[in-house]
């Protein structure tokens, strides 16, 4: 079999929107019988359209979302408590509400913990998004890989490349096997069940 070359994909960390188009497995490549230059059979994969229609993409996005949003309403409530907290120590110290220097220093001490701790928490939460995107970008680089590998074995392609942004700057549409990738990856997909506590609340 002859050697399946596929460039760096430029992975989104979430996706704005999806596209719901569910193609079908048995439409045709737009690359079909016109693959070859200069002795080389090439073809390219539309990285945008994959993470758009490739439902293992689009699924996890929805997961990163909701743990980003997860993690930013967390922050905010945190934030919003420690506000209204200075917000509060400064009131009292205005108004001589302390009925010692102590006291108020020690209210100003657990103010300053718990802007610490905010920091933390912030820092913490940043980490496990990273690190579950960076989970996302393994799993669906593996996932990918694995199909062309088996594509690879009946199309004999010299080179598939990826094309995100402008990093190929002109291919002709007929070196395009996007949607027969997307077919092929869609047709392996399969989603994980759903957990227990996602049924239960559905119930609700």
């Known amino acids: 079999m002859k ?20 193609p079908k497995m048995d439409e045709k490549p737009q690359a079909a019988g016109a693959e070859n230059v200069g ?7 539309e990285v945008d ?6 439902d293992f993409a689009k699924d996890y996005s929805v997961t990163l979302q909701k743990k980003s949003n997860n993690a930013r309403n967390t922050l905010n409530q945190k934030s919003n408590e420690l506000q209204a907290a200075v917000s509060n120590f400064q009131q009292k110290l205005q108004n001589n509400g302390f009925s010692s220097r102590e006291q108020a220093e020690g209210v100003q001490a657990g ?34 890989n694995s199909f062309l590998s088996s594509y690879n074995k009946d199309k004999k392609y010299d080179m598939i490349l990826s094309k995100a942004g402008d990093n190929i700057l002109f ?34």
């Open 3 to 22: 050697k399946c070359l596929f460039g760096a994909l430029a992975f989104a960390a979430v996706m704005a929107s999806c596209n719901n188009a569910s």
């Open 39 to 45: 002795g080389m059979k090439i073809a390219y994969v």
């Open 171 to 204: 291919a002709d549409r007929k070196f395009d096997i996007t949607k027969d990738v997307i077919n092929g990856l869609n047709k392996r997909y399969k989603p994980a069940p759903a957990k227990k506590e996602e049924k239960s609340d559905e119930k609700k």
């Open 111 to 144: 103010i300053e913990r718990r802007q610490r701790d905010l920091q933390e928490l912030q820092a913490r939460l940043e980490n496990e998004l990273a690190s579950e995107t960076q989970k996302f970008n393994e799993a669906l680089r593996d996932s990918l």
């Open 49 to 54: 359209s994959l993470m758009t229609q490739y």
